[in-house]
């Protein structure tokens, strides 16, 4: 085993409670463990599991990483990332508050929420494959769904936690292996479509070296399964991307209605224009209004 240690400045009103709540949404831990004060997260990195485990004091995440195997090259960059990621230290919340500070609707929203962050999840494949398990089900549905896909294609750290599987361990199973465990036809196909894609290197997940996200936006809508509420959730939590309209949402558009004091959800064009003039921050607006409908810090 290979452990590697960091110290990671955490930023003035840094909301822990709201990370916490993001990992911990499975309460039978099987790939994220929280106390009030650790998280503990569980990954495959270039094929060898890993536990990454955060300790918050005010000021600092102490971080731990506990690799079964030896540092491959690129393996403490990569972790590093992770670290930003699953800490949702990737969109600061200060360009959107100031764009904000005068809107009679959304500023007040940002002033409530404070320092509110964007939690992602550890890569851009766990953003997709979440994405597409909660797409049309309830949340505790989703969780139970993303449980059992876990144990089918994971692997187990040494500390007996769940690593989320990599392209190349979801690509092994079959259709039969999720939809005899609950998951649709249709979700499973498509699960496994993505994962072959990647793993066979048809379809790249890396953002080019400018950070544009056109090009994996295009080549992920032509993916039979995934549509744009499916690849801008995935620039959200897999990318932290500051630019994401989230407009097919349906709890965006229940929180837009609560804002704007209707008896009716905007329609997905309607939600879509009146977000555009909050570009390029579009993506801390969806933040503010998933947190307006008083839900356990974002959810969706």
């Known amino acids: 085993m290979t452990t590697l240690h960091w110290t990671l400045p955490l930023p003035a009103g840094y909301r822990q409670a709201d990370v916490l709540a993001f990992h911990g949404r499975d309460t039978q831990g099987v790939a994220e463990q929280v106390t009030p004060h650790r998280l ?16 918050f004091t005010a000021s600092e995440a102490q971080c731990r990483a506990e690799i079964d195997g ?12 992770v670290l930003n990621n699953i800490l949702g230290l990737r969109i600061a919340p200060e360009p959107f508050a100031q764009l904000v500070a005068g809107d009679p609707l959304m500023g007040p929203l940002a002033r409530a929420n404070g320092s509110l962050r964007i939690v992602q999840s550890a890569t851009p494949f766990e953003a997709l494959t979440w994405a597409i398990i909660g797409q049309q089900i309830n949340l505790p549905f989703a969780i139970a769904l993303r449980r059992t896909f876990i144990l089918q294609a994971g692997r187990q750290h040494s500390s007996g936690l769940w ?6 361990d979801v690509a092994r199973l079959a259709p039969e292996d999720l ?4 998951f649709s036809r249709a979700k499973a196909e498509t699960l496994l479509r993505l994962a072959a894609l990647v793993d066979q290197g048809k379809l790249s997940l890396e953002l080019p070296a400018s950070g544009e996200v056109e090009a994996v936006s ?23 991307y500051a630019d994401c309209s989230l407009h097919g949402d349906v709890a965006i558009r229940a929180a837009l209605q609560k804002l704007l004091g209707e008896a009716s959800k905007p329609d997905i064009a309607r939600t879509e224009q009146w977000l555009r003039q909050y570009a ?21």
């Open 70 to 81: 030896r540092l491959c090259h690129g393996m403490q960059d990569a972790l590093h990332g």
């Open 218 to 240: 295009q080549a992920l809508l032509k993916v039979k399964g995934i549509g744009p509420w499916t690849v801008n959730y995935a620039l959200l939590r897999g990318y932290g």
């Open 280 to 300: 390029p921050h579009r993506t801390m607006a969806a933040a503010h209004l998933w947190a307006s409908l008083h839900t356990a810090q974002i959810d969706t």
């Open 163 to 168: 690593c989320y599987p990599e392209a190349r």
């Open 40 to 55: 503990r997260k569980a990954i495959l990195q270039q094929g060898l599991p890993v536990l990454l485990e955060v300790d």
């Open 179 to 182: 939809t005899g465990r609950k």
